[in-house]
């Protein structure tokens, strides 16, 4: 490094470690000890998380040190800069795609304030690659690492951001280079984050996920909760494996290592003693989606307001944990993934919404602090404190289990026009098998017209997004076109295929805004023109009539709106408008 690049780097604050040799040469590992490669976290007695270049750095200088592990570009982000992938591969062979080896995908820094995971997995490698035995008990799977996903937020390094959060000293902001949330994006795809994950996601297609937090919504206890990904969405015997076996071994591990650990604690401010439900991961978070291809997800979730050398220790401890088991578990866990999969194409059925089940109730012993109602000395209110001083054990009730509110009968196939290119970009990212109709054609379809549907009123995530959707099903002759795409459902995306393509799933295409296009009339009457024209509508069809002077009767609004029951003769006569409110996505069931 000349004297002119390191004055450079010093006066914009980038602090590039130097850990003892020569990035230009690889060093033999016999030549270095673990010392050499302490991380920024422990140089700085757990009171610092690495840069990002800091972080790409010392996984790059590992690689060089040692042949099992491999630094890759896997595509970009809305930054500029790469998002990169560490595998460990004890092996040394580094084939994502190989079907006979066991993965687990982790991934760090999607909320870059959340550091705990980008400083826990640095360690943990370096142990790992330092330590003959663990290369010899980890040499059937393949451990890969995002070392930090929202590497825009990361650079957006400052001090304040994270108001409630008991350090580092500095961390990175939870918004990406465009101010995106990366966890409310796994199936919008607004960002190049995101698209750049699903290719990795699809290529490792890992049996176990990991995405590492921080969080706090109530005071308590402990250091980590755990919050897997809900177990009654996945079929079968993978559903038992995860909460009759994944779950309650950890979780007795990690208290074993005398890290005590509950459930994601989600009661947002309420008092956790009333009880709490699982978070509930629909597809637009990470686990969520993870889990549409049956894959085991898990976020860790530490407290904020713990120290952070503490949550960095029991972060560590998780992923440690967590590496033990698919290690131990991972060819048998392959194949009951596999059938989980097929169990889901055997069905007719498919539940797009859910609900608590409240007769199904599990107790915990929940740790926490007491929570006081006092008056606040600014503002004068009564406000919530928790008295770190009165700590509790008590039995709390815990709702774990969802139950289906709505089921959609599968098609065998949808038809998705060539012209949505959007929604054709998004299933070839995921893998989703299709092909383009060779000549026009006509054919038997059920189609849907929007029926109802709510929007925010305040935007989210920029989008104004769609919520209690609801369809009208019809089935008709539809024309469609050479290079259409034709998509059977009988393919390992099932779960992703209908949960964009049915309108009413929570996190639709639809919902995320894909078709406002067609909730916009496009052509209109005037009054004065269609007045006689719709006398003769009525004249020409009964049934019409019939329902037109019923509405008048019983709906006294519409009885005294002279242009309302003008529209509603237009919108029921065969001068409506076919692409309004038509969902242009058509699905065939036999």
Not at 94 to 102: E, P, T, V
Not at 408 to 432: M, R, S
Not at 486 to 499: A, N
């Amino acid at each position: 490094m000349n004297k002119l690049f390191s004055s450079f780097m010093l006066f914009i604050g980038i602090a590039i470690p130097i850990i003892g040799f020569s990035q230009e040469t690889t060093t033999s590992k016999d030549s270095i000890s673990k010392s050499q490669f302490e991380t920024v976290f422990e140089k700085s007695k757990g009171t610092k998380t690495a840069t990002y270049e800091q972080t790409i750095l010392y996984y790059q200088n590992l690689a060089k040190v040692f042949p099992e592990i491999k630094v890759e570009k896997m595509g970009t982000t809305d930054s500029g800069h790469p998002l990169h992938l560490v595998i460990f591969d004890a092996k040394k062979i580094f084939i994502l795609k190989d079907i006979s080896r066991s993965k687990l995908l982790i991934n760090n820094g999607i909320h870059p304030g959340e550091s705990d995971g980008i400083d826990a997995s640095m360690q943990l490698l370096r142990d790992i690659a330092f330590d003959k035995n663990l290369k010899e008990k980890y040499k059937n799977i393949l451990i890969c690492i995002i070392p930090i996903y929202n590497v825009g937020g990361s650079l957006n390094r400052n001090s304040n951001s994270r108001v409630n959060q008991n350090g580092p000293i500095s961390y990175g902001f939870r918004g990406n280079s465009l101010n995106y949330d990366l966890n409310r994006d796994f199936i919008k795809n607004d960002s190049q984050n995101a698209k750049s994950f699903a290719k990795i996601f699809h290529e490792v297609n890992p049996i176990v996920f990991v995405d590492t937090h921080v969080s706090n919504g109530a005071d308590y206890q402990y250091t980590v909760t755990q919050l897997f990904t809900q177990h009654n969405k996945l079929n079968g015997k993978i559903s038992d494996y995860l909460y009759y076996k994944m779950i309650p071994e950890l979780e007795e591990k990690l208290t074993k290592k005398g890290i005590i650990n509950a459930p994601y604690v989600n009661v947002f401010n309420k008092d956790p003693k009333n009880g709490f439900t699982q978070f509930f991961d629909s597809p637009r978070y990470s686990t969520g989606y993870t889990s549409l291809f049956n894959t085991l997800g898990l976020t860790v979730e530490t407290h904020m307001l713990k120290p952070y050398k503490e949550r960095v220790k029991a972060t560590y401890a998780i992923l440690e944990e967590v590496i033990d088991f698919t290690s131990a578990y991972g060819r048998s866990l392959d194949n009951i993934r596999k059938g989980s999969a097929d169990e889901t194409l055997s069905k007719k059925t498919y539940p797009i919404h859910w609900k608590i089940d409240s007769t199904r109730i599990k107790t915990i012993d929940f740790k926490g602090f007491e929570r006081e109602i006092i008056t606040s000395k600014v503002t004068g209110q009564q406000r919530v404190k928790y008295n770190r001083e009165k700590p509790y054990t008590q039995e709390v009730d815990f709702y774990d289990h969802y139950k289906p509110t709505k089921e959609i009968v599968i098609p065998n196939f949808y038809i998705v026009p060539k012209h949505l290119t959007n929604v054709i970009e998004l299933l070839k990212l995921n893998t989703i098998k299709m092909h383009p109709l060779k000549k026009d054609i006509s054919i038997l379809v059920e189609s849907y017209e929007i029926k109802k549907y709510e929007t925010v009123k305040m935007p989210y995530e920029g989008h104004y997004l769609h919520m209690n959707t609801e369809v009208i099903a019809t089935h008709r002759q539809q024309k469609f076109e050479a290079g259409d795409f034709l998509i059977s459902t009988q393919q390992p995306g099932i779960k992703y295929i209908i949960e964009t393509l049915e309108p009413e799933a929570k996190d639709s295409f639809f919902n995320w805004n894909f078709f406002d296009i067609i909730l916009q009339q496009k052509e209109h009457f005037s009054p004065y023109i269609f007045e006689d024209l719709a006398k003769t509508i009525l004249d020409d069809n009964k049934d019409l009539r019939s329902k037109f002077e019923q509405k008048k009767a019983q709906d006294s609004l519409f009885s005294k709106n002279s242009y309302e029951q003008l529209n509603f003769i237009y919108m029921n006569s065969k001068y409506a408008e076919k692409e309004f409110l038509q969902y242009p996505i058509y699905r065939i069931l036999k």
